[in-house]
């Protein structure tokens, strides 16, 4: 049955146009060869009014909503789509979100904490929730599907999820600004003088906070997605240094690799959530990085991030054996407006690996 399947059906990822977010969405089959869907986050509020809107109208039901984390370049298209007449409860199967106390306005991409109803509010008033609410999807959890499918949670943990729980308070001022989805005006400087990237991949990639003093992207779920025909790594917002701990804890090594065919590369390519460490311990060729370059306060990708993907250690070292591709999901003109020259074309000429831009739609090579 599944080599049958995997000659007639084939399993799709939308990387939607989701401005300086993430919004994907995976089109797969279970065991039986019965449709799948599943929505990953739905970008800035933006990005509902562009093909997400139509995409989602054209699926007949949605299997699992997942928010990986309340960033508003994750759950503002989100809180669109909800709000919207495109929104049907009854053709959703399951919604997986971690947080409690997200609130929103009622115009405008900002999300505030002092004002309207709570995301969760929002769903119960739209109705049709009750079973469908999943338990706190954190590692060790083992959530079921359908046969033929499986997920792997990397992130976040439990003792993450309980720190954000009680912190969160305190880290509301920290969110009012981080959650401001403002246009970037002006060209951004080159990357290029940040040196080689060779030299780049070998230079400290500690991450600027540690996984408790980050609680906004360490709270990100993240996990591997295998359907029958692909394997994919869904990294969200997570930090690196979890990323990395969970892997070590589900038995990975860089003798002992995680094998997927695809991965969704953590926090748009910021170098902060992207290490050597963890690269080492993944064996994949497919790389998407889901931005258009950024916004006022943050740009991506980093040209270390790219960096890391084409000459982290473990790859060089087997002396670079397949070639490995970069997918954007915006033209490598959009990304460069606002994130600065991100490479030239002697980036090229070592490290056997190719950028593809304008990417919306991967299947299984």
């Known amino acids: 049955m599944k080599e049958n399947l995997r000659k007639t059906k084939k399993t799709q990822i939308h990387v939607l146009p989701a401005y300086h977010g993430d919004c994907l969405i995976v089109k797969t089959f279970d065991h039986e060869g019965n449709d799948f869907n599943i929505l990953i986050d739905g970008g800035t509020a933006k990005t509902f009014d562009t093909p997400f809107k139509s995409i989602i109208k054209n699926l007949p039901f949605i299997d699992i909503v997942i928010l990986t984390h309340i960033d508003s370049d994750h759950i503002g298209g989100l809180i669109k789509f909800i709000k919207s007449d495109?929104?049907?409860?009854?053709?959703?199967?399951?919604?997986?979100?971690?947080?409690?106390?997200?609130?929103?306005?009622?115009a405008g991409e900002n999300i505030s904490y002092e004002q309207a109803k709570t995301f969760e509010q929002l769903l119960i008033d739209k109705g049709a929730i009750k079973n469908k609410w999943s338990d706190d999807v954190y590692v060790g959890k083992m959530p079921l599907l359908s046969e033929g499918l499986e997920i792997e949670v990397l992130s976040p943990t439990h003792e993450v999820l309980t720190k954000l729980n009680e912190h969160w308070p305190a880290i509301s001022d920290d969110y009012k600004d981080k959650l401001e989805d403002i246009t970037i005006s002006g060209i951004k400087p080159s990357q290029l003088g940040r040196g080689k990237l060779e030299d780049l991949a070998l230079a400290d990639d500690t991450p600027e906070k540690t996984i408790l003093a980050d609680l906004a992207n360490s709270s990100s779920i993240a996990f591997v997605l295998r359907t029958p025909d692909v394997s994919i790594l869904l990294l969200g917002d997570s930090h690196p240094c979890l990323i990395q701990q969970s892997l070590r804890m589900a038995g990975y090594s860089t003798e002992k690799k995680l094998k997927v065919d695809i991965v969704k590369v953590s926090h748009h390519g910021s170098k902060n959530n992207t290490t050597n460490d963890v690269l080492d311990m993944i064996e994949c060729d497919r790389f998407i990085i889901s931005t258009n370059g950024g916004n006022s306060k943050h740009t991506h990708p980093d040209r270390e991030t790219i960096a890391r993907i084409i000459h982290h250690p473990e790859r060089t070292r087997l002396k670079y054996p397949s070639t490995r591709k970069i997918y954007l999901n915006y033209p490598i003109a959009t990304v460069e407006e606002k994130a600065?020259?991100?490479?030239?074309?002697?980036?090229?000429?070592t490290g056997n690996w190719e950028l593809i831009d304008s990417a919306n739609l991967l299947e299984h090579e």
């Open 340 to 349: 600065g020259k991100l490479l030239d074309k002697d980036d090229f000429t």
């Open 86 to 106: 495109s929104f049907n409860a009854d053709k959703i199967g399951k919604y997986w979100f971690n947080s409690k106390n997200i609130k929103f306005i009622s």
